[in-house]
């Protein structure tokens, strides 16, 4: 059973710093070739917020994040990371870990088979 489980979100000032780790099990790590994060605010549609490839040579980013948020891959730990710097208010959501094993449309949700059940991240002003 495949299990992605999230961790690392808080609550934060802006202009500080959060860590997100997502732990994958239940599948070899290495069948993932793409996994991502996504972001979803109250009230709001699901996002994409950045994504990398297996052998973590290629990252992809949303506008809104590019230049804060850096997304990696330790395939020896079954694990990626979103390091995120110069938080904001508009930041404030649910992030989700994701992963797919077409290796297709990065930023788009549906191409992801296997979610996180997502952890908050608050930025206060």
């Known amino acids: 059973q495949v299990q992605l489980v999230e961790s690392g979100g808080g609550l934060v000032q802006t202009g500080g710093s959060l860590r997100l780790s997502c732990a994958a099990s239940?599948?070899?790590?290495?069948?993932?070739?793409?996994m991502g994060w996504f972001r979803q605010a109250p009230g709001k549609e699901r996002e994409f917020a950045a994504a990398?490839?297996?052998?973590?040579?290629?990252?992809y980013y949303a506008d809104s994040v590019k230049g804060r948020f850096t997304i990696s891959r330790d395939n020896a730990k079954n694990t990626v990371y979103l390091q995120m710097n110069g938080l904001k208010p508009e930041d404030t959501a649910v992030y989700y870990c994701?992963?797919?094993?077409?290796?297709?449309?990065?930023?788009?949700?549906?191409?992801?088979?296997?979610w996180g059940q997502g952890t908050q991240v608050t930025v206060s002003s």
């Open positions: 990398i490839v297996w052998s973590g040579s290629r990252t």
């Open positions: 994701a992963a797919q094993t077409s290796g297709r449309y990065y930023s788009s949700p549906w191409a992801y088979d296997y």
């Open positions: 239940g599948r070899a790590f290495s069948t993932y070739t793409i």
